[in-house]
């Protein structure tokens, strides 16, 4: 079964590579960059709204709470929490993705640089002392 290709390629046994920001390996092996999986983002916030929204849905369900108004609070819960979700991901995706310096070498450090081309001084004090 093959997937959409924005997404990647894979089969119904999870053959898919990729991690819980978008980074997959598309159509042909080529790689992306990694981005946001925009399906994670909506269920944890519809997950935090339902939670944040739940007085006024029990509320609802008993009867002491008009429906649109439990509705309302609801959508607005989600889009709150939507917004929160998805500048905390871009956050951490951001730091994720920033390459750490390397420590440089320290034998590379202690050695002279010089260049391959370079030709060897000759020693003046050995001609001075011949003369």
Known sequence: MSIDPRYGTGNMTGNMTGNMTGNMTGVGGTTRASRIDPHLVFG?????????????LSGAMHGTTDIVQAGIHLLVAVAISWAGCYGLATLVLSYANTVAP???NTAELQAPQRRADDLALPDVTSEAEAA
Do not use: F, K, M, N
């Not at 944890?44 to 006024?56: D, E, K, Q, T």
């Open 44 to 56: 944890v916030s519809l997950l935090i709204g339902l939670a944040l929204s739940w007085p006024s």
């Open 102 to 104: 390397s420590e440089p």
